[in-house]
């Protein structure tokens, strides 16, 4: 069972850059597809960025595109950077793992049952 934890969390102004990491412990990730979903108060978790278990490949939601960039820096850490942080991206950001998943496959929120505690980006304006 791989646990994660992540970190990097905080409040910044609109404009900001915040980077978010994850750690697993318990296994490596390989071969877990990694992703970032975040979930605002009062809304459903959504998938937000992620990245396949080779590193090769990443998928996003639409509205990160060109601000967030996810990367894998070794088999047991991924980071997320954000930049031009809005206050819309404000939100509790959690990590996941999915076995055998690729990166567009990590977008299935439901399919997700390995979570990360989450960490807290506010964005004010």
């Known amino acids: 069972q791989v646990q994660l934890v992540e970190s990097g969390g905080g409040s910044v102004q609109a404009g900001d850059s915040l980077r978010l990491s994850c750690a697993a412990s318990?296994?490596?990730?390989?071969?877990?597809?990694i992703g970032w979903f975040r979930q605002a108060p009062g809304k459903e978790r959504e998938f937000v960025a992620a990245?396949?278990?080779?590193?090769?490949?990443t998928y996003y939601l639409d509205s990160v595109k060109g601000r967030f960039t996810i990367t894998r820096d070794n088999a047991n850490m991924v980071t997320l950077q954000m930049n031009s942080l809005k206050p819309e991206d404000t939100a509790v950001y959690y990590c996941?793992?999915?076995?055998?998943?690729?990166?567009?496959?990590?977008?299935?929120?439901?399919?997700?049952?390995?979570w990360g505690q989450g960490t807290q980006v506010t964005v004010s304006s």
């Open positions: 996941a793992v999915r076995e055998f998943t690729s990166a567009q496959g990590m977008s299935a929120t439901a399919a997700i049952r390995i």
């Open positions: 318990g296994r490596t990730f390989s071969p877990y597809g």
């Open positions: 990245i396949s278990w080779s590193g090769g490949s």
